[in-house]
């Protein structure tokens, strides 16, 4: 019997972990748009997000959050489909599915408890703030990488 890229779902787990206990330690700790000073260019900061990345459809009247939840589902569903399909030995492209799925479930469960995402990790260069984000968010982000990371790395293979 083959070993699939279902293995990787221990890292979807991890994910999925991290970021609903971060989450939860800051809107237990913290006021709305309260902020708490770490380094020069960093800071947590609790903002809630309720479009998708850069507050992308923040502005309407509520249906992006169904949307958006079925999204993270289609794409989690489809991505533990490809898992089933991947060899175990495939671990750039498991591991970037598996984060992909934790940090896309972990949004998601946010969405259906709150209506909004919690973001907290607010980095800064003087007046300039990037998009406050999360762990989820930091989850896919990684996954989309090792993605790209793994088509260039095997190119000559696929060809």
Do not use: C
């Amino acid at each position: 019997m083959k070993k699939t890229g279902l293995s990787f779902l221990w890292l979807s787990a991890v994910a999925f972990l991290l970021d609903i206990g971060t989450k939860y330690l800051v809107v237990k700790n913290f006021d709305l748009y309260e902020s708490v000073n770490i380094l020069p260019i960093f800071n947590l900061t609790y903002v809630r997000n309720y479009g998708a990345a850069f507050s992308f459809l923040a502005e309407h009247s509520g249906w992006q959050k169904y949307f958006f939840v079925g999204l993270a589902l289609a794409v989690s569903i489809t991505l533990i489909y490809f898992l089933f399909k991947n060899k175990a030995e495939q671990k750039l492209q498991n591991s970037a599915y598996a984060l992909i799925i934790g940090g896309a479930l972990g949004n998601m469960l946010d969405r259906l408890y709150h209506g909004f995402v919690v973001d907290f990790f607010d980095f800064y260069w003087d007046t300039y703030h990037y998009p406050v984000f999360n762990v989820a968010d930091i989850a896919i982000s990684l996954g989309a990488g090792l993605l790209l990371l793994d088509a260039f790395k095997n190119k000559e293979n696929k060809q």
